[in-house]
Each structure stands twice: as structure tokens, then as C-alpha cells.
């Protein structure tokens, strides 16, 4: 509440006594909190250890001791954090704990990289972040629910594989080019995969309605109709394939950057089992600023 000058509290309270060497993996989950809430890599912010006593029924708190975590950051920020650039949980309170766990698991948890280091940094994208999106586009695929047109592709092109096997041994040519054919055949057709551009439109159809909801809802976020979207969604493949070849150029593509980015919080809220309609509220408070 900045207009009353109140500072936001967050308290691990435990059950048991805990070993004060842990006290960086609680860091680490705050972290990854702010992390995900703020959209931004580097927080600066105070710990304090406080024993809690309850007298006369009354909660009473003293602060023992004040810990500094230093992860190798010296600079601080020229820009401070934007209370409204920040994804709000009040509407998720009964959800928070799911999303929570999912955020520190680790084997489950989204991948953030392609966030900014810091507040300055909302400012432009790096190349770098084109390939790390695209991971974590990729990750949120294959650890959410898979889509049944998928599944059932899948079926399919092993059958086909089949076919096309016997086809090219009945070929009259030499055993190396029918040796050739069908390894080809089998490693594309037999484990088939959808493309990164196929994964992206999956994607982008089952977030669609969010999507727009949140751009229709931010007058700075441009909404695309869906050919123009797709078009962008080509353009920023092509980038992301050239940054991996280390030929990298720019393209329209950045300007959806902001737009996966939704995309991906969809996904995390979806995973984390929160209805869509409470995503799509929390998404939209916490996109103000944007590249």
C-alpha cells in the first residue's frame, strides 16, 4: 500500500526447530516467487529471523537476528520495482500453495530464463531471450496435458511409417538408399513430434481467449486478430532458428515477445491447477509495463 507507506510482509513460520544452514533454500523459494510475480531476475530485499510468543493471546513478535544473502550481485537497480507491474495472488489465495509447489519443484518447475535480469532490463529483449522463451515454450508442451489431435497424429504416422517401409523395399535401387529411406522414415514418423511452430500454435489456440482478454485489457499490448498473430508466430520461429545457428537477425517477431511471455503464465497457472478466469485477472494487473 505505497499511498499509506505499508511494506509487504512474507513469513515462513515453522512447526519445528529448522538448521540455520537452510536458510538459502528458503531464500531460493522466495526467489523464485518474486521471480515469477515480478518478471524480473534481481530483488533486493531484507530476511529477518523472529522468534513469535503468545502472550495474553496476543501474537507477539521479535526480530533476533537480520540475514543477507549475497548471490554474487553488487549493482542494484537504477529503476525501482512498479507496484503495478506486479502479478497480484490475493485472487488465488486458496490456490497459492499448488502454485507454490510447482514453482520450487524440481522437476515440474517452469522455466524462467527468458526474464529479464532486472527492472532497466524491461526495457529492450536480448537475442538470447528468443532462444530462452522458446525453451520454456517447448517445456511447457511437453509438461502439460497433450493434446489429443496430437496423440492420435501420433498413432497414425506409425502406420504410415509402416507402409512406406514396405513400399521402398519393393524400390529397385541400391540396399544403402532403401537403408537410408527408412531410417530416415522411422526416426521422423515412428517418434513423431510436433515442430516448435506446431508446439507454439497448440499453444496459442488453447491461451487464445486469455490472450485476448489481457490485450483488449492493456491499451499498451497490441491485439493481433489471429492471421496476423500466426504471421508473427512464423517470423519469430525463423528467429529463433537462426539464434540457434548463431546467425542471428531480427525480425517482426519480437513484437509478440510480451505475448508468449502470457502465454507461458497461462500455461504455469494452468498447471498449477488455477481456473483460467482468476489467471486471466492475475495476468492482467501484473502486465503494465512491457517491451
Not at 196 to 215: N, Q, S
Request: proline share 2%; hydrophobic share 35%.
Amino acid at each position: 500500500d505505497l499511498k499509506n507507506n505499508i511494506n509487504s510482509q512474507i513469513i515462513y513460520r515453522f512447526n519445528e526447530k529448522e538448521e540455520f544452514v537452510n536458510i538459502s533454500q528458503y531464500y531460493d523459494y522466495m526467489e523464485t516467487l518474486l521471480t515469477f510475480l515480478t518478471r524480473k531476475h534481481f530483488h533486493e530485499y531484507k530476511i529477518q529471523l523472529i522468534n513469535e510468543y503468545n502472550l495474553n493471546k496476543d501474537n507477539w513478535r521479535k526480530a533476533v537476528a537480520e540475514v543477507y544473502v549475497n548471490k554474487g550481485r553488487i549493482e542494484s537497480e537504477i529503476k525501482p520495482l512498479e507496484a503495478y507491474d506486479v502479478i497480484k495472488i490475493d485472487r488465488i489465495e486458496e490456490e497459492f500453495p499448488s502454485l507454490f509447489a510447482l514453482l520450487n519443484d524440481v522437476n515440474k518447475a517452469p522455466q524462467l530464463r527468458f526474464l529479464p535480469e532486472n527492472s532497466d532490463e524491461k526495457e529492450y529483449i536480448k537475442y538470447t531471450q528468443i532462444t530462452d522463451i522458446s525453451a520454456s515454450i517447448e517445456w511447457e508442451y511437453h509438461q502439460s496435458d497433450k493434446d489429443e489431435d496430437n496423440e492420435k497424429l501420433k498413432k497414425e504416422s506409425k502406420k504410415f511409417a509402416k507402409k512406406l517401409v514396405q513400399f521402398i523395399n519393393q524400390g529397385d535401387v541400391d540396399t544403402k538408399i532403401k537403408d537410408k529411406a527408412i531410417s530416415i522414415i522411422q526416426s521422423n514418423l515412428n517418434n513423431y513430434k510436433p515442430s516448435f511452430r506446431e508446439i507454439m500454435e497448440i499453444l496459442y489456440y488453447k491461451y487464445k481467449e486469455g490472450l485476448e482478454f489481457v490485450a483488449k485489457a492493456r491499451p499498451n499490448l497490441k491485439a493481433y486478430d489471429e492471421e496476423d498473430f500466426l504471421k508473427n508466430l512464423k517470423s519469430f520461429k525463423n528467429m529463433r532458428n537462426m539464434a540457434t545457428h548463431h546467425q542471428f537477425k531480427w525480425e517482426d517477431g519480437t513484437d509478440i515477445f510480451t505475448h508468449l511471455m502470457i502465454i507461458v503464465y497461462f500455461s504455469i497457472f494452468n498447471r498449477a491447477g488455477i481456473d483460467q478466469d482468476k489467471a486471466r485477472e492475475c495476468i492482467k494487473s501484473g502486465f503494465l509495463r512491457i517491451f
